[in-house]
């Protein structure tokens, strides 16, 4: 019944932006901290962005500070991650994370291509 489904992922050229965004059913969303996370080819999931369940709070990796940016609609059950000055190196499949203490529920994935 918990479902995440994301959307948004594609193909980018280097400097470019792309929004993902990830629907969320089947808990109690607004007492989730949301994340994003992105695994590339050959290495380790990495923790990219985190919001607070009210959407208080903002926690990003060093890598994407200042080029991405988390927000959340409590409303609509969304959480949505802003692409922007992508590089390269960004390019990983993103999955979208719903964590608290009782319950982690994770996206299926999505592919986000930055390349010329």
């Known amino acids: 019944q918990v479902q995440l489904v994301e959307s948004g992922g594609g193909l980018v050229q280097p400097g470019g932006s792309l929004r993902l965004s990830c629907a969320a059913s089947?808990?109690?969303?607004?007492?989730?901290?949301m994340r994003w996370y992105r695994q590339a080819p050959g290495k380790e999931r990495e923790l990219v962005a985190a919001?607070?369940?009210?959407?208080?709070?903002?926690n990003y990796a060093d890598s994407v500070k200042g080029r991405f940016i988390i927000f959340r609609d409590n409303t609509k059950n969304t959480v949505n991650l802003q692409m922007n000055s992508l590089k390269p190196e960004d390019t990983a499949v993103y999955y979208c994370?719903?964590?608290?203490?009782?319950?982690?529920?994770w996206g299926q994935g999505t592919q986000v291509t930055v390349s010329s």
């Open positions: 919001i607070t369940g009210a959407g208080g709070l903002t």
């Open positions: 994370n719903a964590w608290r203490n009782g319950g982690i529920y």
């Open positions: 089947g808990f109690t969303f607004s007492r989730y901290v």
